[in-house]
């Protein structure tokens, strides 16, 4: 398990202090897949670099299994990295070397003999795909080959947890599916706990469990991936996870009787829910705007409808609505 613990990271410019982090405070459990979400200039990288104690924070801990890292000696924190590996965007390979080098070389660093390397090694090309691939260079492979090398040799150290910086955006579509599944096969035969720093939705709502927005260097949301995908709450959240629904919803102002309907895992959703209610209790409804999403076969997300301006049919409307499984339902007179 790590705890990051009321964790602030300043820099000091030229033109004054930069407040990179501010009192984060997250817990990831052992096999989480964890997703630290923002936008650029958020804070991701710099608390990734954290974590490993590639930078130090001002204030705060990180604390592993226990352990706080920030007060081990330099000979102890190296010892510990092994316990936390690190992906890349840019896959940082040796190009001057062949994929079983590139993958027995965390495990020479720590002394292990070469004949043991080799063999990890190999078994772990078995486990990313790439067992043809042994002796072929970084500069033959394409960019979803070279990530599964620098996946197998981030786990030549069988660590604990595998951070992943930005690992899929250079990637293609088709490749960054692939590359997710392998990492979701990594967390659930390994149990390794990874932490996803990422600025891509996608990336989240396809692999991660929990999740974390990050908005100027602050935590303003977290918790289970389908809560807040079905009902975020922060600004940042809402831009994020529906960034064309927050603002279509915006424009309506008008409406006397108005209803939000949150989906928070509901099968039922898929189904013409709103035709539906109309031909069973003769409430008809505009649908005003919608922004869902499908996850695991489940819908999450938002959808705004004005109900005729009558007491009767708007308490019909609620009570239908509300009885379907994993749907909340409410009246509203601002929609934001």
Avoid at 96 to 102: A, F, H, P, T, V
Avoid at 110 to 139: H, N, Q, T, W
Avoid at 193 to 199: D, E, N, P, S
Avoid at 299 to 322: I, N
């Amino acid at each position: 398990m790590i705890e990051i613990k009321n964790l602030s990271k300043t820099f000091q410019t030229a033109e004054g202090t930069v407040e990179a982090l501010k009192d984060i405070n997250l817990t990831i459990q052992d096999g989480d897949i964890y997703g630290i979400i923002g936008m650029s200039g958020a804070g991701k990288s710099t608390l990734v670099r954290c974590i490993n104690m590639l930078e130090r924070p001002t204030q705060g801990q990180v604390v592993l299994d226990g352990q706080d890292v920030g007060a081990l000696s330099q000979k102890e924190l190296r010892a510990v990295r092994r316990n936390i590996t690190m992906i890349f965007q840019g896959f940082n390979l040796l190009m001057q070397k062949n994929c079983l080098r590139n993958i027995c070389f965390p495990l020479e660093l720590s002394g292990v003999k070469k004949a043991e390397a080799e063999k990890r090694a190999m078994e772990l090309l078995e486990i990313v795909g790439l067992p043809d691939k042994a002796k072929a260079y970084p500069a033959q492979l394409s960019g979803g080959q070279q990530q599964r090398i620098a996946i197998a040799r981030a786990l030549a150290t069988n660590p604990k947890v595998l951070l992943c910086d930005e690992a899929t955006s250079a990637l293609d579509p088709k490749t960054t599916h692939s590359i997710l599944n392998l990492i979701r096969e990594i967390n659930e035969k390994m149990g390794i706990a990874v932490i996803i720093i990422t600025h891509q939705m996608s990336v989240v709502e396809e692999i991660c469990n929990r999740v974390a927005i990050l908005d100027d260097g602050a935590v303003v949301e977290e918790g289970k991936v389908s809560d807040i995908f079905s009902n975020p709450q922060s600004a940042a959240a809402k831009r994020l996870v529906f960034p064309d629904g927050a603002e279509e919803m915006q424009e309506y102002d008008m409406w006397e009787r108005c209803i939000r309907i949150v989906f928070n895992g509901a099968a039922a959703a898929g189904s013409p829910l709103i035709s539906k209610m109309a031909i069973e209790k003769q409430v008809v409804a505009n649908i005003l705007a919608a922004s869902t999403k499908t996850i695991g076969g489940k819908v999450y997300g938002h959808m705004l409808l004005s109900v005729p301006d009558d007491e009767g049919q708007l308490k019909t409307a609620l009570d239908y609505l509300g009885a379907v499984p994993d749907v909340v339902v409410e009246e509203v007179s601002e929609h934001v």
